[in-house]
């Protein structure tokens, strides 16, 4: 009989299995929580290189736009551990939304447990062999899109900024290639090369754009009372 309820979704949890999925649900939450924090770090990262990178293109007129170019690079290793790590975040959350919505609504609206979607089956198998659910390459766009895309923005500002306007504006073309010069690597070269980088990043976010999850899901409406915000205030 208890096999017959767990497939067909009739109440087939007591309250010592409900206290169980509890904690499992508290424990991926953690998970998930962790993984957000290892995130903010790595910005955090990206963010303070940035930043030196600009005071020390700028300390002084004869200083060099080097310091700009080797932080990109730099911020693109970030944004590499960053993808690793969204992949993995993405993977302790979605088993926490997952019951969320399955396991935890159902009780909320004083239906019970209900299975009969089949989400207690699928779960299982997520943690009999589990996979992650984002590749690398979505990762990536989505962080770019997010946070990266901004700071490498901010990056190619600066050094548009240093080659073109300081320390004096500058009068002839010649003199682009001149301050843009990075020892024996000419000048043309290395611009080129700055588009190449920051193309290619531009390429990243606008393919994954079009594969992001939901993308041609419709939206609800917006209601005309958010009855959430008058609970949390107190209403009934």
Excluded: C
């Amino acid at each position: 009989m208890a096999k017959h309820e767990w497939a067909t979704g009739e109440a087939g949890f007591g309250p010592a299995e409900i206290g169980a999925l509890s904690h499992l649900y508290r424990g991926e939450l953690y998970r998930s929580i962790i993984w957000r924090t290892r995130l903010d770090a790595t910005t955090n990262w990206a963010v303070v290189t940035t930043g030196i990178a600009l005071s020390l293109t700028f300390s002084s007129a004869e200083a060099s736009p080097l310091p700009l170019a080797l932080v990109g690079l730099l911020v693109a290793v970030f944004l590499y551990i960053e993808a690793r790590r969204y992949r993995f975040f993405d993977f302790w959350r979605m088993r926490a939304h997952v019951l969320e919505v399955h396991f935890f609504g159902p009780i909320l609206r004083g239906d019970g447990v209900r299975t009969e979607n089949g989400w207690n089956e699928v779960l299982y198998g997520d943690y009999r062999a589990p996979s992650l659910h984002i590749t690398m390459l979505e990762a990536a766009g989505r962080r770019l899109r997010r946070n990266y895309g901004w700071i490498f923005a901010i990056q190619v500002a600066a050094y548009l900024a240093k080659i073109l306007i300081h320390p004096t504006p500058i009068g002839l073309l010649d003199e682009v290639w001149e301050r843009a010069r990075m020892g024996p690597v000419p000048g043309q070269l290395v611009i080129l090369a700055g588009f190449l980088f920051h193309g290619t990043w531009l390429v990243v976010a606008f393919h994954t754009y079009k594969s992001r999850r939901g993308a041609g899901r419709k939206r609800p409406p917006r209601p005309d009372r958010d009855r959430m915000l008058e609970l949390a205030a107190g209403g009934e």
